[in-house]
């Protein structure tokens, strides 16, 4: 899942990942989608919600997204919640340093 618009960058690098996944033959087939929305939130929310469990999901991100964290949290911080999880892991890790810069900020 790439989290912009079809024409954008993350969708054009999960085109690209689909075809060399493909044509390696690592994969029969994959499925590229788009979702597009507040600089990658949108997708992420879905992502997390719909994929959460399933290792055959991949999501396509990076910097924007996590800037969008940063910068753009929910009315209620669920992006925090639903993206990191419990306090077991590096993503939780990941979380929990950008919750301490969205209060820092």
Partial sequence: MGP????????????????A???SGI???????YVPGEGGLTGLA???KEARGDGAQLMVTGYTTIGSVLTKPT??????RHCW???????SQM???????????
């Fill in 4 to 19: 912009s618009a079809p024409e954008a960058g993350f969708a054009t690098t999960a085109r690209a990942i689909q075809e």
């Fill in 95 to 105: 979380g929990s340093a950008a919750a301490r810069a969205g209060r820092a900020s």
């Fill in 27 to 33: 994969v029969k087939d994959v499925e590229a989608y």
């Fill in 85 to 91: 999880g419990p306090p077991n892991g590096v993503n």
């Fill in 21 to 23: 996944m493909t044509s």
């Fill in 46 to 48: 879905r992502f997390v």
């Fill in 75 to 80: 009315d209620d911080g669920s992006v925090y």
